[in-house]
């Protein structure tokens, strides 16, 4: 029973891009969908989930300094932690290394990129850290958390929510239509 | 007959949705001569005989599943495999003369595309895990792998990983890149 409901939920249409914005990213530009908590990481839980998809925006960007961690390759879609994903990709999986509330961050909820433990491990960079990626075709950007991690090497995996707030459509087979690319910087 | 399907397939259902809780158990590896300790707990650190650490190699273990480490014969390296659901990374601690330093294999040790090709496989990379075999002599440690591409394709790999005795330089993460190295990567 579970099972019918589970693949009866599935969407296989090319998913359609949201909101995003054009040109040099301002604080603003860079805000997509409601804010979901402050400095989510790992199982830190969200008190106030409503509105869009996303991890929100950083409330404060001009402490970052440089980025850690700086990729800008082909874009791939990472649909881990998004149950009805599950019968059409072939590269699902059900966990994602951060977490939300114990469960996996879900591809199609929340903003979130890749990076391998390689890179993390040489840039500093942790789990639940904020990045910036940023659609290099049409300047689209969003804020974005690193949740998951991946095969040394990989660059430009994205969540689907993030793929979607950059404008770059995709299969339900997680492949993207035509070849987009991402810059993706790790704060 | 249905009793059983149902079960099947809320077992598939339920395995294929099991939270990714990590299986990190505390425990701490010695080296053969007693003189340090590789401790697992909420990071990977080195310490020495009396308990307190001399090296962090990983502070922070969130979404880590597994740890592997092995101590060199001579006890003056440790490599680590810090492994995630998706992915696994090679450290390593070492000590000379001024104490402990901790070292990083990059990424670009890994030829992905070249083992892809011996082994004729093709797609997208989707994850990757290795282990840590024996010790040939106190620098160099054999290592094998796989690699799981799209459609379940599997790569089975090996390599050696050797202490160059060069020189590294030190990344942003306070690693020294360039000490370790991969060499002799193979299908198996």
Same mark, same amino acid.
């Given at each position: 029973m579970l099972l019918i409901a589970s =693949?009866? +939920?599935?969407?296989?249409s090319i998913s359609s891009p949201s909101g995003g *914005?054009? +040109? !040099?990213p301002t604080q603003n530009d860079l805000t997509q969908g409601q804010q979901i908590g402050n400095a989510v990481s790992g199982n830190q839980s969200f008190d106030n989930a409503s509105g869009g998809p996303g991890f929100g925006s950083p409330q404060d960007t001009s402490q970052f300094g440089a980025a850690s961690f700086t990729s800008d390759s082909l874009a791939k879609i990472d649909t881990d932690g998004d149950p009805s994903e599950q019968w059409y990709d072939k590269t699902w999986n059900a @966990?994602?290394? +951060?977490q939300i509330d114990g469960q996996p961050v879900n591809s199609a909820d929340y903003a979130y990129v890749v990076m391998s433990q390689g890179q993390m491990a040489a840039s500093g960079a942790q789990i639940g850290d904020w990045? &910036?990626? !940023?659609?290099?075709?049409? +300047? @689209? $950007?969003m804020w974005a958390r690193v949740e998951d991690v991946g095969p040394p090497g990989g660059t430009g995996e994205i969540s689907e929510a993030c793929a979607t707030g950059v404008g770059i459509q995709f299969q339900s087979n997680s492949n993207t239509i035509g070849n987009p690319s991402v810059t993706v910087q790790v704060y | 007959m249905r009793i059983s399907l149902i079960s099947v397939l809320t077992t598939a259902f339920i395995s294929n949705f *099991?939270? *990714?809780?990590?299986? &990190?158990?505390?425990? @701490? =590896?010695p080296a053969p001569d007693g003189s340090y300790s590789l401790e697992i707990s909420d990071a990977v650190r080195v310490v020495n005989s009396g308990g307190s650490p001399s090296l962090t190699l990983a502070s922070n273990l969130e979404g880590v599943q597994r740890v592997d480490a092995k101590w060199s014969p001579d006890s003056r390296r440790v490599v680590v495999v810090i492994g995630y659901t998706r992915g $696994?990374?090679?450290e390593a601690a070492y000590l000379d003369g001024s104490g402990w330093h901790k070292a990083l294999q990059p990424d670009t040790d890994l030829p992905t595309d070249a083992l892809a090709r011996q082994a004729g496989v093709s797609g997208r990379l989707v994850s990757q895990s290795c282990s840590l075999a024996d010790w040939l002599d106190s620098r160099r440690i054999r290592v094998t792998g796989e690699l799981i591409f799209s459609g379940q394709k599997k790569v089975h790999y090996g390599y050696t990983l050797v202490f160059t005795g060069e020189p590294g330089h030190l990344d942003r993460g306070g690693f020294e890149e360039g000490v370790i190295k991969g060499v002799e990567y193979h299908v198996r």
């Open positions: =693949i009866s +939920g599935c969407d296989d *914005a054009s +040109g !040099t @966990q994602t290394s +951060g990045a &910036l990626v !940023t659609n290099n075709e049409t +300047g @689209q $950007s | *099991a939270w *990714a809780e990590s299986t &990190l158990e505390p425990k @701490q =590896i $696994s990374g090679v």
